[in-house]
């Protein structure tokens, strides 16, 4: 293996989620820095072993939602009341429930817009392409099967010791991802 | 536990997708689709040359098929979001089987929608103006009308539903990226896929994502229905003035969006073979809750019915002429289509006909349609006013209208069939794990 291509990682495909968990928490347990799993359908214990959740979106999506509704209010507000008062038979010009219909659907706007690209932006897509696509078998991982990927290169976390921790589980194979 | 791979297996429904022929059945459906898109182009290039005039509207009939159909098929839209949106959120079994195509009817729905406020304002190629930009003449929109909510209405509503749709299709396009033999799939899936690869960190984001965008189309399917609804009875016409009209507007159309979805659920099964992934029960659940949404109707029809006799005698004098007047066969054709045939649906026998449920669901459209005709048209014949023209009947300039938007929703919605997974993979993967888990 010495005269292969330099790698980034070392790869272990399970057919099943459990064992997918189990090397994670192995690997997690080991202090491995650098680590990912990926999986044909949502795994939420793998995502918290890897300290990943949801909740950074939902705050992304309620604050630019509530920042373009304000802004929505604050542009008819000075739009109808300020820069072009048009008095319509005596009524009010500062007439704010009216202009709240339009800033909820506009916040609303906002936030399912800001609920995708702040999903995207956390992580870190679009990117199309990424070395462990390389890696033999990976086209199942959004069909059937399961991986855990851990990521070599800091001293002390080489191949050998990633392979050896990952053969614990029992995985259907295990392969070295190259450096794209 | 080896052998479960069978159990998550959607390789059939990604193939769907990728095969390489669809049969002839299909190609003449997209034809005769894009003939109607085809007729839609004519429409409104006839409109755009000639004017207004040739739509058979004039005052007191000042909106007809314009109004009719862009409220009907919003209706379909709200619906069928609505529905795709509860199943998401709630994490409901029976949202594997059918929020993908509920989403894309919805979609479909809201594009043919959007056609008509622009088609109707008389001078189309200027519907920018609505929007609030830096004129020379330093005029801006005037945001205490309904008229102006309904345009930011529209857009949020095509934007969301379309983003709605998109979030939850990222990860099964990815799925037909890693299955597609031919190079150039695998590019363009590949491309909106946004290289997913399936982290689980991701999944975790994603299903927030999924979720929250689902969460967000529910206040604003109640907001666009209504905002169209308040276009009305912020009028002085005795039968629109009510404040239940919201109310009437965003529950009937409910019954037609299930009809429709119901619909397509039985036209998928018998043309795809996927009866393993929408199975009996789905179909169950689905004509259940159709009739249930018909009897809410129901209900709304008989709220209409006493708050008309407890009205003014004005209000009250123009519902009875919308109920037995000139137009009365379209509302009572609207009671009996949209709440009384769907009672059927209570039987379980029926349930599982498609010669039944198929005639129900679009019937049910069908009534809706007439409803929002009885609502637009029948509800101008009492006015404040005597009236002196002719009653408003639409011309054939309007209905090959209707039929180019009935082109470019089938049409939009056998791309779909053609193109991406109809029922969300990764959902039915994650559906089936957790039914083997014990």
């Known amino acids: ?8 990682g070392v790869i272990a495909e399970f057919d099943r989620a459990e064992p997918m968990i189990g090397a994670l928490r192995a690997a997690r347990a080991a202090g491995w820095p650098d680590l990912d799993a990926y999986s044909p359908y949502p ?3 793998a995502a918290k072993i890897l300290g990943a959740h949801g909740a950074p979106v939902g705050w992304i999506a309620v604050g630019v939602g509530l920042f373009g509704a304000a802004l929505q209010f604050g542009v008819q507000v000075w739009l109808n009341v300020f820069d072009y008062p048009l008095n319509v038979g005596g009524r009010p010009l500062f007439a704010w429930p009216l202009f709240l219909p339009s800033a909820m659907i506009v916040g609303i706007l906002w936030g399912a817009v800001a609920a995708l690209v702040g999903m995207l932006a956390l992580n870190r897509l679009p990117r199309l392409h990424h070395p462990v696509f390389a890696a033999p078998g990976f086209e199942r991982a959004s069909q059937d099967r399961f991986f855990v990927c851990l990521f070599t290169g800091r001293p002390g976390f080489g191949p050998e010791a990633a392979a050896a921790l990952l053969r614990d589980h029992r995985p259907l194979r295990i392969a070295e991802v190259p450096r794209a | 536990m080896s052998g479960a791979q069978g159990g998550i297996d959607t390789r059939r429904i990604a193939d769907v997708a990728l095969a390489p022929r669809f049969g002839r059945g299909f190609l003449a459906a997209l034809a005769a689709a894009a003939l109607g898109v085809l007729l839609l182009c004519y429409a409104v290039v006839v409109l755009l040359v000639v004017g207004l005039g040739v739509w058979g509207t004039n005052v007191p009939f000042v909106w007809g098929f314009d109004l009719i159909n862009y409220v009907w098929w919003i209706g379909i839209a709200n619906a069928a979001s609505l529905f795709a949106a509860v199943l998401v959120i709630r994490r409901h079994g029976l949202r594997t089987a059918v929020n993908r195509f509920a989403e894309a009817a919805a979609l479909a729905a809201v594009l043919a929608a959007a056609l008509y406020p622009i088609l109707h304002l008389g001078r189309p190629w200027l519907f920018w103006w609505v929007f609030p930009y830096p004129a020379t003449y330093e005029v801006w929109p005037q945001f205490r009308s309904a008229l102006i909510w309904d345009f930011w209405g529209i857009m949020s509503h095509v934007v969301v539903t379309s983003l709605f749709w998109y979030v939850g299709l990222i990860p099964d396009l990815a799925t037909l990226r890693d299955r597609a033999r031919r190079e150039w799939q695998r590019r363009v899936y590949g491309l909106f896929a946004l290289g997913w690869r399936g982290s689980v960190q991701h999944w975790a984001r994603h299903q927030a994502a999924y979720r929250l965008v689902a969460a967000l189309v529910l206040p604003l399917l109640l907001a666009a229905q209504t905002i169209v609804a308040l276009e009305f009875a912020v009028t002085l016409v005795p039968d629109w003035h009510q404040a239940r009209l919201p109310v009437h507007v965003v529950g009937t159309g409910i019954p037609s969006g299930l009809g429709v979805v119901l619909v397509l659920a039985v036209l998928l099964r018998a043309t795809l073979g996927l009866e393993r992934y929408i199975d009996d029960a789905d179909m169950d659940l689905l004509g259940r809750l159709f009739a249930a949404s018909a009897l809410a109707c129901a209900l709304i029809y008989a709220g209409e019915i006493v708050t008309a ?5 004005r209000t009250r004098e123009a519902f009875l002429s919308r109920a037995f007047g000139d137009y009365a066969p379209l509302y009572w054709g609207a009671a009996v ?3 009384l045939l769907p009672q059927l649906l209570w039987w379980r026998r029926l349930r599982h006909i498609p010669l039944v449920t198929v005639p129900l669901g679009l019937g049910a459209a069908a009534g809706v349609w007439l409803d929002r005709f009885s609502l637009v048209a029948g509800g101008l014949v009492r006015d404040h006013l005597p009236r002196i023209g002719p009653l408003y009947a639409p011309t054939a300039a309007e209905w090959i209208l209707l039929i180019g938007t009935l082109g470019l929703f089938v049409l939009a919605l056998l791309l779909f ?17 957790e039914r083997e888990a014990p």
């Open chain 2, 337 to 339: 289509l949209t709440t």
């Open chain 1, 1 to 8: 293996m010495s005269a292969a291509p330099p790698i980034c």
């Open chain 2, 417 to 433: 069939a053609r193109f991406v997974p109809v029922i969300s993979m990764f959902e039915t993967r994650h559906e089936e794990s």
């Open chain 1, 43 to 45: 795994v939420p214990d």
């Open chain 2, 309 to 313: 006799l407890l009205e003014n005698p």
